[in-house]
């Protein structure tokens, strides 16, 4: 599943050395503006110690992580919307991704420059809303002009969309994201075809120094207090520890610097399960001697869905799904006592996948 999650902010927050962090593919990375002009891809492994345990106890030839893309978006400045700093390049690219991590600097440090001459947090955080909320209301407005000349011959679904697109006008005006509203899911769909940047899920992404990394600090509390209202999830994150933690050569160093920090794990960890989690995404496992694979699924696919990810004749073929849970195979510690224990399930086309699945597909083609 091709689904990206962008990296955004103003110049200088850490955005790059956080995408370092996440990815092999090395970003560029400066203490002056728009270092970062072409968008870098990256494919980087959702960590799961479930597929871990998994792995101990099957003993498999190989183990197959799930992936997910992250692009680190060039940093946006003020004006972007009317082209400013390379701002119509900036956001075409982010209107290609379908979740956006919004990193802001939550750090003092005088080595390296803001790009405003002071840290505030809230304040860049409104700079990206403005300029995204404006790019929104110009193609919201090209949208209700081309619906005026349907409306016109009756057409109900044109005119439902027409009030929906009237609705999304009237909040942009007054300086709020898409995203804030509330939409059934008939409306959902609707405003899915509008491609608006501010209707996407967002993950604010607090980057604070060593000090802040467990409780966060002042910064990060006027930005809970800012995103309040909205639908938008917060992490903290030290970009330049993650930086550390990545140099160091070995699981055992990495385990030690970790725990000088009081940290259970680095913070990229949790960066991609919440990023994956903001896409809508979730995993199965298929467990046996050759292999045991982490497969990506959207919340609420059918089991027939799930068998197509593996191959198209899966879901054309399926017959059934036999499935266990994670937590009872683990639990009982064989696929057998899972049986005896009548906790293995047969399930059918309208089967709901749950995550966490260890699935087997019976197909026919």
């Known amino acids: 599943m091709a689904l990206k999650c962008g990296i955004v902010g103003l110049p200088n927050v850490g955005k790059s050395t956080l995408f370092n962090c996440l990815s092999n593919a090395k970003a560029q990375s400066a203490n002056f503006p728009f270092c970062t002009i072409e968008p870098n891809v990256g494919t980087i492994s959702v960590p799961d ?4 345990k998994l792995e101990s106890m099957v003993n498999p030839e190989r183990v197959v992580p799930t992936t ?23 956001l075409a690219n982010i209107r290609e991704t379908d979740a956006i991590l919004h990193v802001l600097r939550c750090f003092e440090d005088g080595n390296i420059i803001h790009v405003d001459g002071r840290v505030d947090p809230v304040s860049d955080k409104e700079i990206i809303d403005i300029e995204l909320q404006l790019k929104d209301l110009e193609s919201i407005e090209k949208r209700i002009q081309s619906l005026a000349r349907v409306i016109k011959s009756g057409d109900k679904e044109a005119i439902k969309e027409n009030d929906l697109a009237l609705a999304i006008k009237e909040t942009l005006e007054k300086g709020k994201s898409v995203r804030s509203m509330d939409f059934d899911e008939n409306e959902y769909e609707i405003v899915k075809k509008f ?34 209202d909205e639908n938008a999830q917060i992490l903290i994150v030290g970009a330049k520890i993650e930086a550390d933690i990545s140099e160091l050569e070995t699981y055992e160093e990495r385990q030690m610097f970790l725990e000088e920090l009081g940290l259970e794990e680095p913070g990229v960890n949790r960066l991609i399960r919440s990023a994956y989690s903001l896409l809508n995404l979730q995993t199965y496992f298929t467990a046996g001697v050759k292999e045991v694979r982490a497969w990506t699924v959207p919340v609420g696919a059918t089991a027939p869905q799930a068998a197509g990810v593996i191959h198209t004749d899966f879901e054309k073929g399926f017959i059934r799904a036999e499935v266990m849970k994670y937590d009872d195979y683990t ?30 597909f019976r197909f026919n083609v």
């Not at 110690?49 to 871990?52: H, K």
């Not at 608006?196 to 990394?213: D, F, G, Q, R």
């Open 195 to 228: 491609q608006l940047i501010t209707s996407k899920p967002v993950m604010y992404v607090c980057n604070v120094e060593e000090s802040a990394v467990k409780t966060g600090n002042a910064h990060v509390e006027a930005v809970r207090e800012a995103v309040k």
């Open 331 to 360: 639990t009982l510690g064989s696929e057998a006592a899972v049986k005896e224990a009548g906790k293995f399930k047969v399930e059918g086309k309208e089967y709901i996948v749950q995550d966490g699945d260890i699935m087997h």
């Open 68 to 90: 997910m893309e992250i692009v680190d978006i060039a940093g946006l400045v003020k004006g972007a919307s009317k082209g400013e700093g390379l701002g119509n390049q900036f």
């Open 49 to 52: 110690p479930r597929l871990e």
